[in-house]
């Protein structure tokens, strides 16, 4: 089956500078994969997705860069601001016959972005 | 469009007491989802709908049950709770099962059991 896994539980930045958020995949078989933001006290939110066919790409002031050589992928977020801080989720498909054959998601732990002003 | 709703925000359960989550969506999504989220850990897949009167289970499914009787709904139930289901559950839909589907997430349940 598929697992994933943020590399930092913390990450602490000054406001305005890039943040860079990492997470690591274990099936190469993977074909996509998603990262959600979650504010606290809500649900996770979409904030862009990924297909294995691309290295990279970017929405409003995100990127998501993937490596399969190395089964990593990274979100940067251009000049943090205070409304990014939340706790990031990097999201890959849960293979069928892992976990009772869901076709859902396998969520990662979460890297919670802290900005400091 | 309300998306994904959840009621109640919040409970404290007894153990051995019971209860059912509900979760709604106007979204006319066909596939629906209940995850936990417990401190340090990302969401955990409990069981899963794919349409009406269909349900499924995912990764962590014991001491839960699930009925989707109408399209728009999706409950989920302890029959019995004990303190290690303390956590907090989120609801989710998507059009289809695929995961190159954006799963739309309600705003949670806290519970707690004692």
């Known amino acids: 089956g598929e697992s994933v896994g943020l590399h930092l539980p913390t990450l602490s930045v000054q406001e305005g500078d890039n943040s860079i958020i990492n997470c690591a995949y274990s099936n190469s078989a993977s074909d996509y994969f998603i990262w959600y933001k979650q504010e606290s006290g809500k649900g996770p939110q979409f904030i862009i997705d990924?297909?294995?066919?691309?290295d990279k790409r970017q929405g409003q002031r995100v990127t998501v860069l993937l490596n399969k050589t190395v089964k990593h992928l990274s979100l940067q977020i251009a000049a943090t601001q205070p409304g990014d801080s939340a706790v990031y989720f990097c999201a890959g498909p849960q293979v069928r016959g892992s976990g009772g054959g869901a076709d859902g998601l396998t969520f990662g732990k979460g890297t919670h972005l802290i900005i400091q002003p | 469009n309300a998306g994904v709703t959840q009621t109640p925000k919040f409970r404290v359960l007894k153990t051995g007491q019971s209860m059912t989550l509900l979760c709604a969506q106007d979204m006319n999504h066909e596939y629906m989802y209940w995850y936990r989220q417990d401190p340090g850990m990302g969401l955990r897949l409990i069981h899963y709908?794919?349409?009406?009167?269909?349900?499924a289970k995912g990764e962590v499914p014991d001491g839960y049950n699930v009925s989707r009787l109408k399209k728009q709904n999706f409950l989920l139930g302890l029959e019995s709770a004990a303190p290690s289901q303390t956590s907090v559950y989120f609801c989710a839909s998507s059009i289809r099962t695929s995961p190159r589907d954006t799963q739309y997430f309600g705003p949670g349940t806290r519970l707690t059991v004692l």
């Open positions: 709908s794919v349409g009406e009167g269909t349900t």
């Open positions: 990924i297909r294995s066919n691309m």
